[in-house]
């Protein structure tokens, strides 16, 4: 069989450029670790728990480059605990009460961490269409707090809403039926906007019911990184009363040195309730790797208690994806409360008490 040479060229010319114009991947993180907690007026729990240093997942992502500084995208991302073998749930319609707004799914990949489909400009930002984080989210994690929300000093265990007058917020990490719009850099600056969909009928009492309106305004240059979120979802009560739920949040760090000195404040309210927390941390590079260090101050109106934490962890590099940890944390309740512990293995019995826990770990990444 004869083949035309120039038009063999062109041909596999063209594979060769498709195949350089779309890309996709598979990747993931496996973090494991031996955790033992304990809580005035409870016994001690020694378990193998996951999530201590980063979140486990497995994912999948892409993109296809459309010409003209164009580009399509996709993203599904599900949460995994290799410590048992289990998916994680999810939410589907922001909403705090009724069958449909109740986690769903534990055992397969729900793809709750995020499910998106974007259109990238790149020099107008992204528009991102899915279930993704919500903008006040992002300063919360790593980047502006030296836990982030993972392990036995993370973030959540004092910034989180605690759920009040029948609302049990499902809109401090993540919205579902949300579009949004990213841009990462703007001199300096960077801006991500979020409007999601309780998906309601228009002629219910509560058509607003899960409806999420979010944003978040940052600035980073040279040792400095900074933002400021706001985000607000609408939430209604069976009796009608309405209860929103609204986190404010502002983060700052500079880098000096070895040492990202950290300030992170946050405010969630829930009607008349409200929690305020204030963050003063740290994380300093030394040759192995990373010293971890937070305190964290609450303040509560109309729900729960005053609360402490302290939190000291070490994070030692094996390599670029692999890493061994230890953490150490204490959260302490202040006056007659009970309300907030250190993990979720079991809770404080005695007014005033505390919850205290370790963990050492491995986490590894593909």
Do not use: C
């Amino acid at each position: 069989m004869k083949f035309n040479k120039p038009l063999l060229l062109v041909a596999m010319t063209s594979m060769a450029g498709f195949a350089q114009a779309q890309t996709a991947e598979v990747f993931g993180v496996l973090d494991v670790a031996y955790l033992v907690t304990s809580a005035t007026g409870s016994p001690r729990v020694n378990s193998i728990s996951t999530d201590s240093n980063t979140s486990s997942r497995l994912g999948f992502r892409g993109t296809e480059d459309l010409g003209g500084g164009m580009k399509a995208s996709f993203w599904l991302e599900s949460a995994i605990s290799p410590d048992n073998g289990t998916g994680a749930v999810t939410n589907t319609n922001n909403q705090s009460t009724g069958q449909s707004s109740s986690p769903t799914g534990t055992q397969g990949l729900t793809f709750g961490r995020r499910s998106t489909a974007s259109l990238i400009d790149s020099k107008l930002g992204e528009l991102r269409v899915g279930r993704d984080y919500v903008p006040s989210f992002n300063n919360l994690t790593v980047s502006m707090h030296p836990f982030g929300t993972n392990g036995v000093g993370n973030a959540g265990q004092l910034f989180y809403p605690v759920a009040a007058n029948g609302t049990t917020a499902r809109t401090s990490v993540r919205a579902s039926n949300s579009i949004a719009y990213v841009m990462s850099d703007m001199n300096g600056f960077n801006v991500h906007f979020m409007y999601a969909l309780g998906e309601n009928a228009s002629d219910v009492y509560n058509p607003d019911d899960g409806k999420h309106t979010g944003i978040r305004i940052g600035y980073r240059n040279g040792p400095w990184n900074m933002a400021y979120a706001n985000g607000v979802t609408k939430y209604t009560t069976a009796a009608k009363l309405a209860n929103d739920y609204t986190q404010s949040n502002f983060a700052i760090n500079y880098q000096m040195g070895p040492a990202k000195l950290m300030f992170l404040t946050n405010e969630n309210k829930i009607g008349a309730t409200n929690t305020k927390t204030n963050m003063y941390g740290t994380q300093y590079g030394v040759a192995t790797g990373q010293i971890r260090f937070a305190y964290t101050t609450l303040k509560a109106t109309g729900v729960a208690n005053d609360a402490t934490q302290f939190a000291v962890g070490y994070v030692h590099d094996l390599s670029k994806r692999t890493a061994l940890f230890t953490n150490y944390s204490t959260v302490r309740n202040l006056g007659t409360g009970k309300q907030f512990v250190v993990g979720s293995g079991n809770g404080v019995t005695t007014a005033g008490g505390s919850s205290n826990g370790y963990e050492f770990g491995l986490r590894t990444s593909f």
